[in-house]
């Protein structure tokens, strides 16, 4: 479960309020899409939500716990996938994927049977052995996503997932999100997909302005909208400025 209470943050010394009051809650067994346009602070509270930013007020809890007083034990039990794959470039993928496993304390039989499990879903086994400074966009983001996958963490946290991924390995990552929330794992991802966000999650926040504009389920969304023709439709409308 992912519980954000009254949170906010600033830069440039309370200048700019990139994200405002802003409170919402995530269950667990629930893939929650969280969209606004660009500046909207979407990636500022993704990365307050994992650890990396510090709200200036409010409070952010893990499966309960405050994600400042127990730092380590939220991080333990959540995996992040940010919107540029920047990763250890001279690793060789494998080794970064055993590292990952050694963070997480994955053990060495389950590591092993889930790393080439995910390979091969996602046609990297013979790119594996290779230093990810050679990789792709497209096969950063793989890997990355591979490592995510392998740790099997309770909370998910993705932002854009499936930017520069090829429409099988979208499929895939799909199946795999809802895989993970139908064994009673929470995921929190953004995206910029309309489509993507209509069919695959059990509801939609829409963030404008560092403002929660609407949260609820699609039949929510159109409740609150004039043009109920797409979520499309209604992210233009509640967003307009």
Not at 9 to 17: M, T
Not at 32 to 41: E, I, S, V
Not at 187 to 197: C, D, G, N, Q, Y
């Amino acid at each position: 479960m992912i519980e954000i209470d009254h949170v906010s943050k600033s830069y440039n010394k309370g200048a700019v309020r990139a994200v405002d009051d802003l409170t919402l809650t995530v269950p667990p067994g629930e893939i929650f899409g969280f969209l606004g346009p660009n500046g909207a602070g979407k990636t500022t509270t993704i990365k307050m939500i994992v650890g990396i930013l510090k709200p200036d007020g409010g409070t952010i809890r893990i499966d309960g716990l405050d994600n400042r007083a127990e730092a380590l034990r939220c991080k333990a039990m959540t995996v992040y996938v940010p919107d540029e794959p920047e990763i250890y470039e001279r690793l060789k993928g494998r080794e970064y994927l055993n590292f990952m496993g050694d963070v997480y304390g994955v053990s060495g039989d389950e590591r092993r049977q889930r790393i080439e499990h995910w390979l091969e879903a996602f046609e990297l086994t013979r790119a594996v052995a290779d230093p990810i400074q050679t990789y792709s966009h497209g096969m950063r983001q793989k890997i990355i996503l591979i490592a995510a996958l392998m740790v099997k963490p309770r909370v998910m946290v993705f932002d854009e997932p499936m930017v520069g991924l090829d429409p099988r390995s979208s499929h895939l990552l799909k199946e795999a999100m809802r895989e993970h929330c139908e064994g009673g794992g929470t995921l929190f991802f953004s995206t910029h997909i309309m489509e993507v966000a209509e069919r695959l999650c059990d509801r939609i926040g829409i963030i404008h302005k560092g403002h929660l504009a609407a949260c609820g389920t699609m039949a929510d969304l159109r409740d609150q909208a004039k043009d109920k023709a797409s979520l499309e439709n209604i992210f233009l409308e509640l967003t307009e400025s």
